[in-house]
């Protein structure tokens, strides 16, 4: 049930997580759960708290990511950076390392530090396979790194990446595209005349 409302309605998915966790508080499923829609929420202590949780009792790595991401919504860098580089990074499955090192990315952009936010993920974009489910989001971040850092060239051809990656819709790779190209996406759907269902005022 978290599952099927996490994107509909994130108030029910909670009920539903706290409930599975005051039943099975020791299992890491329930807890991951719990973590995953307090993230969405940006209740960033607590998702936190729960992940932690859920690397205690299962032993994985996984959610490192995650962590991470929490410690650099709550303004502490310089701990996600510590998170990110330690031992537990090094077994990260391919999918896993392609999201920590966009959210290492996006945290050296707040830092200011536009290079390293570009080369933290320029060694993944050249060798990853375009297939895998993590190719998009890491060709979009990679193109938004870019252009931060004054490269609209660039950004334009790793846009275009991931738009021909992104096969779930995952990203606006396609918009960020266009806009780069200067195309003005208008709406040509009819609108709805307020009067037209009025009688008419002439005489």
């Not at 998915?13 to 973590?35: I, K, M, N, Q, S």
């Not at 829609?37 to 992940?51: H, K, Q």
């Not at 595209?177 to 307020?194: K, N, Q, R, T």
Request: glycine letters at 6%.
């Amino acid at each position: 049930m978290v599952s099927e409302l996490l994107d509909s309605d994130l108030e029910a998915a909670l009920a539903h997580a706290e409930t599975a966790v005051r039943r099975a508080g020791r299992v890491p499923a329930a807890r991951e759960a719990l973590g995953l829609v307090a993230y969405r929420m940006g209740d960033w202590a607590r998702a936190l708290s729960e992940f932690r949780t859920v690397r205690r009792l299962s032993g994985s790595s996984h959610l490192l990511p995650l962590m991470v991401d929490c410690e650099r919504a709550l303004g502490r860098h310089t701990k996600a950076l510590e998170l990110a580089q330690g031992d537990e990074a090094e077994n990260l499955a391919i999918d896993d390392r392609v999201e920590l090192a966009i959210v290492v990315s996006g945290l050296r952009r707040d830092l200011g530090q536009l290079d390293a936010a570009i080369a933290g993920l320029s060694a993944l974009v050249r060798r990853l396979n375009p297939n895998r489910p993590s190719a998009a989001r890491l060709y979009y971040a990679y193109a938004d790194a870019k252009l931060a850092a004054g490269d609209p060239a660039e950004a334009r051809e790793w846009f275009a990446r991931a738009a021909d990656a992104d096969h779930e819709l995952m990203t606006d790779a396609a918009e960020r595209l266009d806009e780069l190209d200067g195309v003005e996406v208008v709406d040509l759907s009819p609108e709805l005349d307020e009067d037209a269902d009025s009688p008419s005022r002439e005489p």
